[in-house]
Nanobody
Framework: QVQLVESGGGLVQPGGSLRLSCTAS????????MGWYRQAPGKQRELVAR??????NYADSVKGRFTISRDNAKNTVYLQVNSLKPDDTAVYYC??????????????????WGQGTQVTVSS
């Protein structure tokens, strides 16, 4: 079984910064990509940033403010969030596209999610 565990959320004033972390553990054969999504109240979940061997991509709303990075040895992805705005308030979810060992076979899927970490930007 695969688990993704996020940490690093919290309450921060506008203009502040946070560093979110997400570590994947369990029966992982290979991780192809990891990313961060967010969901604000009453809104759909949206992609924030994603990192793979092919590079990184960001939502237009966070370009220049957020930076995604990855430590492959630790199966961990980070999201450095700077210059936070009230509109960044949301639950941030970690996502992985990976292969999971299952008995005698492997399952490739991009539907691996963490439990979410709350980021609240308010004065």
């Amino acid at each position: 079984q695969v688990q993704l565990v996020e940490s690093g959320g919290g309450l921060v004033q506008p203009g502040g910064s946070l560093r979110l972390s997400c570590t994947a553990s369990g029966s992982i054969f290979n991780i192809y990509a990891m990313g961060w999504y967010r969901q604000a109240p009453g809104k759909q979940r949206e992609l924030v940033a994603r990192i793979s061997n092919g590079g990184t991509n960001y939502a237009d709303s966070v370009k220049g403010r957020f930076t995604i990075s990855r430590d492959n040895a630790k199966n961990t992805v980070y999201l450095q969030v700077n210059s936070l705005k009230p509109d960044d308030t949301a639950v941030y979810y970690c996502n992985a596209d990976l292969s999971e060992r299952q008995s005698t076979t492997y399952r490739r899927g991009s539907d691996y999610w963490g439990q979410g970490t709350q980021v609240t930007v308010s004065s």
